[in-house]
């Protein structure tokens, strides 16, 4: 079955680690838009240098450099059965641009999974987040520590503190997050996609609930 699913919430909700869940449950590829952009910028892409300042200040990237990206992921191959989209789209503009592609592609989306977490408990886990930059796991220095400090127990990659995961650009993200994303709720409410689900709680019970509500 083909399945296309939207992860849905602001920064720290959770979209990453459950589209990592959802990757070995249905066998389908993450496409992670912040992922693509890290990539990017590391590698010093034309791409990359563009994105760069908005991504340390937690702005929004222009359309015209993600929708490059999502659009050449999603022709990939292992693209063909599906994909999870996490981080994308952010804004109307884009989930029109989405609705276009999947058009182009014959395909439809069939869910939109918004995570609903309280704002004081997203900037709790962003500042304590480190990650892996070699294989994406995530960690907590508090709820979920790697078992060596600062070395991630999947591949012994050393784990970082985004640039973006400070104070400052936390406010700043979430911020754009009210404004900028939080209204495709009513866009998909409206299409009848959207599946909000309470995003507090252990990531084993936020998998299930998903699981749960796309069926
Ligand atoms: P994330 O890893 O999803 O938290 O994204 C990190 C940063 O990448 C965001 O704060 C934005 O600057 C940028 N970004 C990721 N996805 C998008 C998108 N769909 N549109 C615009 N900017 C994005």
Redesign the pocket.
């Known amino acids: 079955m083909i399945v296309n699913l939207i992860l849905l919430g602001p920064?720290g909700a959770g979209?990453?680690t459950q589209a990592q869940r959802l990757v070995e449950r249905l066998k389908l590829p993450q496409i992670?838009?912040?992922?693509l952009?890290?990539a990017a910028v590391r590698d010093g892409t034309d791409l990359g240098r563009q994105?760069k300042e908005?991504?340390q200040r937690?702005?929004?990237?222009p359309?015209s450099v993600?929708v490059l990206m999502l659009k050449k992921r999603m022709q990939a191959d292992d693209c063909r059965t599906g994909c999870i989209l996490?981080?994308?789209?952010?804004?109307v503009t884009?989930a029109e641009i989405l609705e276009g592609v999947f058009s182009e592609q014959a395909r439809s989306l069939n869910h939109v999974v918004s995570i609903e977490v309280p704002e004081e408990e997203l900037v709790r886990r962003l500042t304590g987040r480190r990650s892996c930059p070699k294989c994406g796991a995530m960690f907590h220095v508090m709820f979920s520590p790697p078992e060596k400090e600062g070395v991630c127990d999947k591949c012994d990659g050393e784990l970082i503190t985004r640039a973006?995961d400070n104070e400052e650009t936390i406010r700043n993200?979430i911020a754009?997050y009210r404004e900028q994303t939080e209204p495709l709720k009513k866009y998909y409410e409206e299409k009848g996609l959207l599946r909000p689900i309470d995003g507090t709680g252990t990531p084993k019970d936020i998998e299930e609930k998903i699981a749960k509500v796309i069926g």
Request: hydrophobic fraction near 30%; glycine fraction near 14%; aromatic fraction near 8%.
């Open positions: 920064p979209k990453g992670s838009t912040g992922d952009l890290r994105a908005y991504m937690g702005e929004l990237v359309d993600v996490d981080g994308f789209p952010r804004a884009q973006d993200r754009v």
